[in-house]
């Protein structure tokens, strides 16, 4: 089953190219414009991603994160709930690659089933990078006033948040 | 927003690296940000070009209005202003297809494809549409049946049953993400006053 990732990229390429060609599609030709396409979107992601990337940096340098932890791993303490997993709930909506850091540096201090690893996996598994999101989608058709996106997207993470301390409570004991 | 949420980000960091003493190091991520950035942009220039492309065979070869059709009932609920047979209901698709079966490299082209689409028939071209807003905020909640790193990490670092937790993500994904669409959906209304 941890494998499935590996086989359902094929079975859908395979899946789209055999219909194709079935159904008489120039596939090689639809393809290229297709592509074409996803080039100059992407080559127009360019500045929106070298202010966020650069913004997100700078974050993490910072040591801003980490003083935004102490400040909230006593509320933490006080709602019973470990105060390690904070930094790893502040930078998952911020940087993919460093709430990865974090899960993995969990898994090694506190084993990944234990209460700590079992609620950073279910933070991990249940969000997404919400602010590389929508800089991306939003940023790919230059919309400037993204109305209550980010609102209802940051209550979904603290909705998962919320759902992954229960139900890992739940799971372990 | 972001012309908030980045100016912010940038004074915070060097306020926090003043506090902290880290200013070198902040100097530093200047210069390791921006060039991460293209090197990022690179990394995903390949994926977004072949994931568009075959995103272009299947749609010529109507095979993403086949996959619509199963996502017809969601899409008449979720995205009222789509017509199941568009452009934009078919790449709305095929993302959270994408989504479901963990391709994250392939769900970020379609959604892009179906953000593009959706503007087509955005009457303010600076102002998000609301099946825009919901897009963004489905693609913001995880939707994937079996997140294939995270059981690679577990089971790296010896995890007795890296799959059980599961189930349990499941039910949070789905409460994040009916929380989501319900926020989306009760804002969207109050805009329509």
């Known amino acids: 089953m941890q494998n499935f990732g590996f ?5 859908m390429i395979f899946m789209i190219i055999l219909y194709a060609s079935f159904k008489n599609v120039s596939v090689f030709d639809e393809f290229l414009t297709g592509s074409e396409e996803g080039f100059k979107t992407t080559i127009s992601l360019i500045p929106t991603l070298v202010a ?23 509320i933490c303490t006080f709602l019973k709930i470990p105060p390690q997993i904070a930094p790893l709930a502040i930078m998952r909506p911020i940087s993919g690659s460093g709430s990865t850091a974090l899960l993995d540096n969990i898994f090694s201090n506190y084993g990944p089933d234990s209460l700590i690893g ?16 929508l800089t991306v989608y ?17 209550l979904a993470d603290i909705c998962a948040i919320v759902t992954a301390i229960l139900t890992a409570k739940l799971l372990t004991f | 927003m972001l012309n908030y949420i980045w100016p912010a980000m940038i004074l915070i960091s060097i306020i926090s690296a003043t506090i902290t003493n880290r200013i070198p190091e902040l100097a530093n991520s200047v210069l390791v940000g921006a060039h991460n950035a293209i090197n990022l942009a690179i990394s995903i220039t390949g994926m977004m070009c072949f994931w568009t492309g075959i995103m272009k065979t299947a749609e010529k070869s109507n095979l993403t209005e086949k996959i619509s059709k199963i996502f017809e009932f969601f899409i008449k ?26 391709l994250g490299n392939a769900a970020t082209p379609f959604g ?11 009457k303010s071209k600076k102002t998000a549409s ?9 693609n913001t909640a995880s939707l994937q049946i079996i997140p294939t790193m995270l059981c690679t990490l577990r089971q790296k670092h010896g995890s007795e049953n890296p799959m059980k937790i599961l189930p349990y993500l499941w039910v949070t994904s789905l409460c994040a993400l009916t929380v989501g669409i ?8 109050r805009k329509g006053d």
């Not at chain 1, 086989?7 to 079975?11: E, G, K, L, M, R």
């Not at chain 1, 974050?59 to 102490?70: D, I, P, Q, V």
């Not at chain 2, 319900?182 to 209304?189: D, F, G, S």
Request: positive net charge.
């Open chain 2, 112 to 122: 892009v494809k179906a953000m593009q689409e959706l503007q087509k028939s955005n």
């Open chain 1, 138 to 154: 939003f940023g790919a058709v230059k919309i400037k006033n993204t109305g209550h996106a980010l609102i209802c997207a940051v």
């Open chain 1, 118 to 133: 079992t609620i950073a996996s279910m933070i991990m598994g249940s969000t997404e990078t919400t602010f590389y999101t």
């Open chain 2, 130 to 138: 609301n099946g825009m807003i919901m897009l963004t905020v489905i």
């Open chain 2, 77 to 102: 609920f979720i995205f009222p202003e789509c017509t199941p047979k568009s452009k934009a209901s078919q790449a709305i698709c095929m993302n959270i297809t994408a989504n479901l079966l963990g």
């Open chain 1, 7 to 11: 086989y359902v990229v094929p079975a």
């Open chain 1, 52 to 74: 966020l990337v650069t913004g997100v940096t700078m974050l993490k340098s910072s040591g801003a994160l980490e003083l935004f932890a102490n400040f909230v791993s006593p």
């Open chain 2, 182 to 189: 319900v926020a989306a959906k009760c804002l969207e209304k």
